[in-house]
């Protein structure tokens, strides 16, 4: 089976951003309230950036800059990818994967509509998996060579 992005992965979701003038502490403060990894960096409505645990660790934490007094886009990934919602799961899993990152807003008619998560994409892939193992034991068990090595 070949999912698509929208709506097999992603659908209907409540999505979180802030302002690129925002502050970093104000954006950990929202990641861990709604427990998540990742949030747009959004400015008059259009994507700028988008702000990760790994742009906090490395570039706030690691510079040991104060989360209070530093804005979004001091750290953040600043126009990052974009994938659309008909795209497949194993091109946003292959693009992550060439991108270094594990999130990828998705975009339709210029507007962001969501956001993919590389744990989103393992539990699609495994469902998918899952599916093709049982469809092996249906048809081995129904075609009369169950039990056969």
Same mark, same amino acid.
């Given at each position: 089976?070949?999912?698509?992005?929208? *709506? %097999?992965?992603?659908?209907?979701? %409540?999505?979180?951003?802030? &302002?690129?003038?925002? +502050?970093? =502490?104000?954006?950990?403060?929202?990641?861990?309230?709604?427990?998540? &990894?990742?949030?747009?960096?959004?400015?008059?409505?259009?994507?700028?950036?988008? =702000?990760?645990?790994?742009?906090?660790?490395?570039?706030?934490?690691?510079?040991?800059? *104060?989360?209070?007094? +530093?804005?979004?886009?001091?750290?953040? +990934?600043?126009? *990052?990818?974009?994938?659309?919602?008909?795209?497949?799961?194993?091109?946003?899993?292959?693009?992550?994967?060439?991108?270094?990152?594990?999130?990828?807003?998705?975009?339709?008619?210029?507007?962001?509509? &969501?956001?993919?998560?590389?744990? %989103?994409?393992?539990?699609?892939?495994?469902?998918?998996?899952?599916?093709?193992?049982?469809?092996?034991?249906?048809?081995?068990?129904?075609?009369?060579?169950? &039990?056969?090595?």
């Amino acid at each position: 089976m070949s999912r698509h992005i929208v *709506p %097999d992965v992603v659908d209907k979701q %409540d999505l979180s951003s802030l &302002g690129p003038g925002d +502050t970093v =502490l104000a954006a950990s403060k929202l990641m861990t309230s709604r427990r998540i &990894g990742a949030l747009l960096i959004l400015d008059d409505g259009k994507l700028v950036g988008i =702000l990760s645990e790994r742009d906090i660790a490395g570039r706030l934490v690691a510079e040991e800059l *104060p989360a209070a007094g +530093t804005k979004i886009s001091q750290i953040m +990934t600043a126009n *990052p990818e974009t994938i659309g919602p008909k795209a497949s799961v194993m091109d946003a899993l292959q693009r992550m994967q060439e991108g270094g990152f594990r999130h990828l807003p998705v975009e339709e008619n210029g507007k962001i509509i &969501g956001m993919v998560s590389i744990r %989103d994409i393992y539990a699609a892939v495994r469902e998918d998996l899952e599916e093709a193992v049982l469809e092996r034991e249906a048809f081995i068990s129904g075609s009369g060579m169950a &039990g056969l090595p």
